[in-house]
């Protein structure tokens, strides 16, 4: 079974600052990894995904992701946030499994950009 | 291109009652999802169909909930009778298939039932 793990329900931030959202999956199988964004009142929005290749991967907004398949994570990051970045933010995994593609998301992570 | 269409955006209830979602996927779209997406939880999916036909429906809860996606487009969410339980935002999406795999979701601005 896969399943998507978010550490962090809320992450406070300074305007300006870093970030890092944190996201770890486990699955037994080759995966492909997305992270979505939720504005209030909205559905989601695709920030970035990876589905081979380089590891490193550049989303909209200036966000960025890496995929380490040792540990399992694909933690999302942006170097300096702004207000409008407030929003849901979602990991989700997608496996195929006898030719069942399901995608599954973590349960969320709250960002708030402090101005 | 138009992107993922639902219809209402907002609906209050009374429990037992029924209700019914609609979805009109992006032009040419095989794939399209059901998700529910209760108030502070990450969207849990209901039924995913490929075409008109369903792939998985493990997680719909089949005594009060059914959908339907006639010829392969539009796609129809119902629930009756609805339970407390039910409020929540049941989400849209719809993805394209390329060598038999599917790309990225897109999805609709969601429908926000509250049952009373």
Do not use: M
């Amino acid at each position: 079974a896969q399943s998507v793990t978010q550490l962090d329900s809320q992450v406070p931030v300074f305007e300006e600052a870093p970030v890092e959202l944190r996201c770890n999956y486990s699955s037994s199988v080759s995966v492909y990894l997305f992270w979505y964004v939720q504005y209030p009142n909205q559905g989601l929005q695709l920030l970035l995904k990876y589905l081979s290749g380089s590891t490193l991967v550049k989303g909209i907004n200036g966000f960025e992701a890496e995929f380490n398949k040792s540990q399992t994570s694909f933690h999302l990051r942006k170097p300096s946030v702004h207000i409008s970045d407030t929003a849901e933010y979602f990991c989700a995994v997608r496996i195929s499994n006898f030719g069942n593609e399901k995608l599954t998301f973590g349960t969320g992570t709250r960002l708030t950009i402090i101005p | 291109e138009a992107g993922v269409a639902q219809s209402p955006r907002y609906k209050i209830i009374e429990k037992r009652q029924s209700v019914a979602f609609w979805c009109n996927p992006i032009s040419g779209h095989a794939t399209l999802y059901w998700y529910q997406q209760i108030l502070g939880q990450g969207p849990k999916l209901l039924i995913q169909f490929q075409n008109n036909g369903v792939v998985d429906d493990s997680q719909l809860p089949k005594d009060r909930f059914s959908a339907e996606r006639l010829k392969g487009v539009d796609s129809t969410l119902k629930i009756q009778p609805a339970k407390l339980e039910d409020s929540a935002v049941y989400l849209c999406a719809s993805s394209s298939l390329r060598a038999g795999r599917n790309t990225e979701a897109f999805f609709g601005q969601g429908t926000r039932l509250t049952v009373v």
